[in-house]
């Protein structure tokens, strides 16, 4: 298997590498899976394989420690702020520490679930802890798993989850069809995304500044970051700008990244949310920013254990920490063809075809990255403040931008009646869903939000709203093209690497 440099070749396309750069006082990330940093090929199997038998025997080792001294491993986990910032773990020892929190099991001794039935408290169920149920009770959460990994894990660590793998969110508790339906998705390139998104939103936020200096009543023009429209801004006659045009962000112009229907900032709010409402592990930091007015999330528990297990301090800042690096740390999906020429012009021809029936105005093949540099601790003055640049495989090119393949515009659109949710979640119209990135998409299969297409035909089928065009053309298309199509679709695939599945 070789990398898409064939198939862009292919085409005539032009890639614009960035350079791998480096800020003062920033650590490079270090890739999860370890890819190859300078070549466009992958590691060799052989690398692969030893890497993988290390990990293996080093597991067995911490299993044999933790069945002799229980809690010995537990211990090593429980990783503090300080030790962070004051350099005492690089970035490295972080990756690893995160791995191990990702696809460790929670137990009740190390705050799984709650205790709320002896409060006889609506907010979660009714057994003992951890309380388990798997349709979520409100903001408050499920718990409905035990480890980060029950539902990352096609494909490896940080993939997605398949259809039984659903989360029912915002439910009664109980029943399955009071909650919105929720397929996991892929983590690999989330730090790139966090990125790009703080871009984007500086951008946005600049130009609605200088609009309102510039225009004169009655003048308009369009709002765009790195080439993406968002609609247009007026200058009314009373001097205020008029924003009713602008479609795809939230009022506030932040880009949001994460979740199906875009609802999340940052990489970090994420880790801390669905420890809460996945397992009920509840983070330090996320009880601290979290006003006692919003039992409904936390629980209505003592304010120093509102979920009322018995156990404080369930997750340190550190923890989350670790566990945001190690998700910043995966590396992006990759763009991968096979050796059999038939199979490449058909890849060719599909890419073409994938920009000119409109796919692509949505599905935006490439962003350009100016600054790399992103803060995973609990504020940007903490560590650690990472380089993610060597994630991109890219040419040595001074002072030009990163380019990543994501193919998406992460803006949000309405995608029709067919595909909305029964409400809307957080403010976010029903039928308003942040644009997937399709790198990776041929490895992170079942599609659409809610797990319910099979396959990439089922999916493209169910376009509506402003991907009914796009979706019609796509049926239009012969057998052979809309083949190529597909085709070309399945070269988006994660790195591969080898592991011993836990």
Known sequence: MKRIG??????????????????????????????SLRSLDTPSPTEQAQRTIRDRLQRREQMFREVLTPGSQWQELRVDQQQIDRRRLSIARLVDLGRELFRTDFTVEQGL????????????????????????????????ATRCAACHHVGGLGGGGGKIDTVFLLGDGDRPDSALHRNPKALLGAGLLQALAEEMSRELRAKLSSAERRLSPGQSEMLSSKGVAFGPIRKRSDGNLDLTGIHGVSPDFIVRPFGWKGSTSTLRQVVMESLQQHMGVQA??????????????????????PDADGITHEATEGMV?????????LPPPMEEVPEVATFVM????????????????CHVPTMKLDEPT?????????????????????????KEPLVVRLYSDLRRHNMGEALADPRSYRGIPKDEWLTPPLWGVASSGPYLHDGRAPNVHTAIEAHGGEGKAAAAAYAALSTEDAGAVRVFLQT???PQSLEFKP
């Open 492 to 494: 988006l695939t994660r």
């Open 321 to 329: 920490t670790a566990l945001t690096t190690f998700v910043a740390a």
């Open 346 to 361: 058909r890849a060719a021809r599909g890419y073409e075809l994938f920009n000119q029936i409109g796919c692509a105005g």
């Open 113 to 144: 679930g709650n205790g709320l039935a002896r409060r006889n408290s609506k907010l979660a169920g009714s057994r003992p802890a951890p309380n388990l149920r798997h349709v979520h009770g409100g903001e408050f959460g499920g718990p409905d």
């Open 284 to 305: 330090d930091e996320l009880l601290r920013s979290q006003s006692r007015g919003r039992s409904e999330f936390l629980g209505d528990g003592p304010e120093e254990d």
């Open 374 to 398: 992103v803060a995973l601790g609990p504020s940007w003055q903490k560590r650690p403040r990472a380089d993610l640049s060597p994630l991109l495989v890219t040419a040595h090119r001074a």
């Open 6 to 35: 064939l198939l862009v070749a292919v085409v005539g396309l032009l890639i614009a590498d960035g350079g791998c750069r480096r800020v003062v006082q920033v650590e490079p990330i270090v890739p999860a899976e370890d890819p």
